[in-house]
């Protein structure tokens, strides 16, 4: 596989349930990030990760839990969201320090709460 | 903070005709970037064109040129021979000149529609 995938592609949960989404980069890329993009709504920066160092934390709520054990994979742990949490989460990486500001985008996972 | 606005929730045009996107964006940066990202239906969202804010120049890529305006601090996005594939939502963006990573600040989207 290339580039940037992320799984589940689309993800129905209840309020009370803990699942979780995944993305994996094949770039050799050093830094990944989380971004939600809803409805009509500008896309959202959530989390900034750098050789598996968090560096940044958008304001996010703690029901959204991010890991990153490798530069490679990156994680969105999610436990007792809300129905506004509903959204597409879209994985993306980059070169940690490079300038073009070139992100690559994985196709998104497509979450539902209930 | 940086903000940038996008005007046009949506927009069509008639295939092999010019469409022009707007983009306007509020920094008190004097170096950064700016990008046109273009994320087709069900698909990867992809970079189409950026330019850096030094650059008198506008960018080109190949039927996507931009107009960069620094004073009014304004950067659309002209595309050219319009083509059935070009319908997609389309997001400006932007980036601080600094080595804080890849950050960018979104624009809301225009989604554009090609018609045959």
């Known amino acids: 596989e290339t580039g940037v995938t992320q799984t589940p592609r689309h993800l129905v949960m209840g309020m009370t349930n803990k699942k979780s989404l995944k993305c994996e980069q094949h770039?050799?890329?050093?830094?990944m990030y989380w971004y939600k993009q809803s409805a009509k709504k500008p896309l959202e920066l959530m989390f900034v990760?750098?050789?598996?160092?968090?560096?940044e934390n958008n304001s996010v709520p703690s029901r959204f839990s991010p890991e990153c054990p490798n530069s490679s994979h990156l994680f969105l742990h999610l436990h007792t969201l809300q129905p506004e949490d509903s959204a597409l989460y879209l994985c993306?990486?980059?070169?940690?320090?490079?300038?073009?500001?070139?992100?690559?985008f994985g196709e998104g996972s497509r979450l539902t709460v209930l | 903070a940086q903000t940038v606005t996008q005007s046009q929730p949506e927009m069509s045009v008639q295939e092999a005709e010019t469409v022009t996107l707007s983009c306007t964006y509020d920094?008190?940066?004097?170096?950064?970037?700016l990008f046109w990202y273009k994320q087709p239906p069900s698909r990867q969202m992809i970079l189409v064109i950026r330019?850096?804010?030094?650059?008198?120049q506008n960018a080109t890529e190949n039927r996507f040129s931009v107009n960069f305006q620094k004073a009014a601090k304004s950067f659309s996005l002209k595309i050219s021979d319009s083509q059935l594939g070009d319908t997609a939502m389309y997001f400006c963006?932007?980036?601080?000149?600094?080595?804080?990573?890849?950050?960018?600040?979104f624009g809301g989207g225009t989604r554009l529609m090609v018609k045959p």
């Open positions: 963006a932007f980036r601080k000149d600094n080595n804080a990573g890849n950050m960018l600040t």
């Open positions: 770039l050799g890329h050093n830094a």
């Open positions: 993306a990486s980059s070169q940690d320090t490079g300038r073009t500001g070139e992100l690559f």
């Open positions: 990760y750098n050789f598996k160092e968090q560096t």
């Open positions: 920094t008190s940066e004097s170096n950064y970037y």
């Open positions: 330019q850096e804010a030094y650059k008198q």
